[in-house]
């Protein structure tokens, strides 16, 4: 999966996150190359690929929760590299005035990874974790509650960039620490994961 979700607010308007979808594509077109039939759920236009088995392009969460639990049924492994909105909120049939004062309700989306961990525990799953503070500890936590292989943990300073920082933690293995690596090596590196 791969780009941040939106949530309608009213027919305009959105809330969404600063994922640009970079890495997430980039580990599908890779992954296609090296020969593995790839399908890609995303919310960003992904590049034309003849390698790519299927590209299914959504939006909210609810959306990409449908597709997912679809897509997993015929597939070996998952690289949950989109930025789920964590949040949704009821949306209003019509657009709201700027003179017009709007309290917005939220409710939390379904934990798409979460779900999957627990129905699919013979798939090879891999989450990422996006925090600015207890990171690892955060991280390990997400890992076994999700039931996941391997999370890959990192910070806000990443998003949208061409080098990255991040560790590795998996179930049964020492962590692996990466620090300023391009985009092409982070591929390499969590492509190796499989």
Known sequence: TCG????????????TNRSTGKLGSRLAHMAAFMGAEVTIVST????DNP???EVVYVESASDMREVV?????????????????????NKSGKKFKRSEN??????ATADILAEIGSKYSE????????EDHDLETKAKEKMKKKNLDYIVANTSNNIGKQTRSFTIYAQ???????????????????LKLI
């Not at 960003?44 to 590049?47: A, E, G, M, N, T």
């Not at 639990?69 to 949950?80: A, W």
């Not at 709007?102 to 409710?107: I, N, R, S």
């Not at 798939?123 to 996006?130: A, M, S």
Request: proline content about 0%.
């Open 4 to 15: 941040g979700t939106t949530e309608a607010i009213d027919n305009v308007r959105v809330i």
């Open 44 to 47: 960003v236009s992904v590049l």
């Open 51 to 53: 390698h790519l088995k």
């Open 69 to 89: 639990n679809s897509k997993i049924k015929h597939n070996d492994c998952l690289y949950m590299a989109a930025a789920v909105s964590d949040f949704t909120c």
């Open 102 to 107: 709007q309290t917005l309700e939220l409710e």
């Open 123 to 130: 798939k090879r799953l891999i989450g990422f974790c996006l």
């Open 172 to 190: 049964k293995s020492d962590k692996q620490k990466f620090e300023n690596i391009s985009l092409n090596d982070t591929v390499v590196k969590l």
